[in-house]
DNA sequence: TAGTAGCT
DNA sequence: CAGC
């Protein structure tokens, strides 16, 4: 059981935004550059490509997946697929520091049971962004979802239950983890266009029970 | 509305 | 620039 929590990142301080959501301010920060090296790794298998949502628009963030289930959208929806459509082959598989540091996250904040079966890598260039929206094409609600931010610093939006209600902004850095699941698990949340900095790109992991 | 533009 |  050990070997489960093998992950050793600590959170320096946590930040709860409303029920059931928390930041977890560095959590990640120590295993960041074996993340970044994964992701390197996992997309020359997967690669990162820009998504077109169902009403025709190509996203500014690029994606991958790795995991059992991906998330993808095209002119068709948004959905989980078992494998790549850009390769026909099944995502890679969630590398076990993936798992392990997102079943710790989610424990430390409230969620125990939490096993991911996707995760979703976005790769945001300078101007990238992501407009509001809720994550409901899971199955099953009463998970979190666990969201870990690696390189160029963001400024996260977190909203309501409604696209109108107000939103916080949360500024995230390299290392920090949000988790939000329970009353929160609906909520809106989105990304502003990254600023320029010091590197190329900000990174995200976004892990979910989605099956 | 997992976009964007445009105006207040 | 935030909020329609």
């Not at 890679?92 to 710790?104: D, E, H, I, S, T």
């Not at 949360?170 to 699941?181: F, S």
Request: glycine share 10%; proline share 7%.
């Amino acid at each position: 059981m050990d070997d489960l929590f093998a992950h050793k990142g600590t959170p320096r301080w946590t930040q709860t935004l409303a029920p059931g959501a928390v930041v977890l301010r560095g959590f990640a920060a120590e295993s960041a550059p074996a993340l970044m090296q994964m992701i390197d790794q996992l997309t020359r298998v997967a690669p990162f490509r820009q998504m077109t949502t169902p009403g025709g628009f190509v996203m500014s963030a690029a994606m991958s997946n790795c995991g059992s289930l991906g998330w993808v959208t095209d002119v068709q929806g948004y959905r989980y697929a078992r494998h790549d459509p850009l390769t026909g082959l099944p995502w890679p598989a969630m590398p076990l520091l993936f798992a392990q540091l997102a079943q710790q996250a989610a424990y430390e904040a409230g969620f125990p049971d939490f096993v991911a079966d996707a995760c979703l890598m976005n790769r945001y260039a300078v101007g990238s962004r992501m407009s509001l929206h809720q994550d409901k094409n899971e199955r099953d609600f009463s998970q979190p979802i666990v969201s870990v931010s690696l390189g160029l610093p963001a400024i996260f939006q977190f909203g309501g239950m409604q696209r109108s209600d107000a939103v916080q902004r949360i500024p995230l850095t390299q290392g920090d983890v949000l988790v939000w699941g329970g009353p929160s698990r609906l909520r809106f949340h989105g990304v502003q266009a990254i600023k320029a900095g010091t590197e190329d790109y900000r990174f995200n992991l976004t892990f979910r029970k989605a099956g």
